[in-house]
């Protein structure tokens, strides 16, 4: 079982996202996107979008760090383990708790507001819930069990681990001794990756490059305005 939810399933779950990301552009284009709802609710939208947004840019941005730089080079830099772990409790922490708090409002906007229900599809849920599960688990992770069992070192197992995922060829054991909870953080973060095609979330790679260089675009009022 170690071998399958740390060598194939990464592997299973990454193939089915690149796969189906590839489908759904060649064979699906008008539908990739994220359809916005503002017209039908506004004010929870606003909130819930901006917290969610800017909260998981800085998950990114940590996880990059804590992940893809080896510990090695912290070191080189005269970069403290207690220094580092506690920059990324306090600030991880808070970013993870402010993109919580943005899936939720999120979330339950377009469970209690029927218009935005009405117009919500199965796979609309589905994502807001598991990056429910997945930020949260996070969350837990910095917030709770680093701050009641003490920083756990992810930089000697999880790390490397990843890093060698993405030159194919991890090694299992390292992740004999990661905790438990993060896992289960772990194993639903791939289970996102698979889910990904097959929802909204396929926005995040609609990056709008041409957008700066487009030709202007002129608006004239049908209002005549006296001088």
């Known amino acids: 079982m170690s071998q399958f939810w740390w060598v194939v399933f990464p592997y299973l779950t990454l193939a089915v996202m690149i796969i189906g990301m590839l489908y759904r552009f060649v064979y699906n284009q008008r539908g990739w996107g994220s359809k916005s709802s503002e017209i039908l609710e506004k004010k929870w939208l606003r909130w819930g979008s901006l917290m969610f947004h800017w909260g998981i840019l800085c998950v990114v941005a940590g996880h990059v760090m804590g992940l893809l730089v080896p510990i090695s080079v912290y070191k080189a830099l005269g970069v403290s383990t207690e ?20 899936i939720v409002i999120l979330l339950v906007r377009r469970t209690f507001n029927v218009r935005v229900r009405m117009n919500s599809s199965t796979s609309d849920f589905v994502a807001l819930v598991l990056l429910l599960i997945v930020v949260g688990l996070g969350v837990l992770v910095t917030v709770g069990y680093n701050n009641i069992y003490g920083p756990y070192e992810y930089r000697t197992t999880v790390g490397p681990w990843i890093r060698e995922l ?26 996102l990756f698979a889910v990904w095609p097959f929802t909204r979330l396929v926005h995040v790679f609609s990056v709008p490059i041409r957008y700066p260089f487009r030709a202007p675009m002129q608006y004239r009022s049908r209002v005549q305005y006296k001088r």
Request: charge should be positive; avoid cysteine.
């Open 166 to 191: 993405i030159v194919f060829h991890p090694n299992a054991a390292l992740m004999k001794t990661v905790p438990t909870l993060l896992k289960v953080h772990i194993v639903a973060s791939f289970a």
């Open 83 to 102: 220094f580092y772990h506690t920059n990324a409790d306090v600030f991880g922490g808070l970013a993870g708790l402010v993109a919580t708090a943005g």
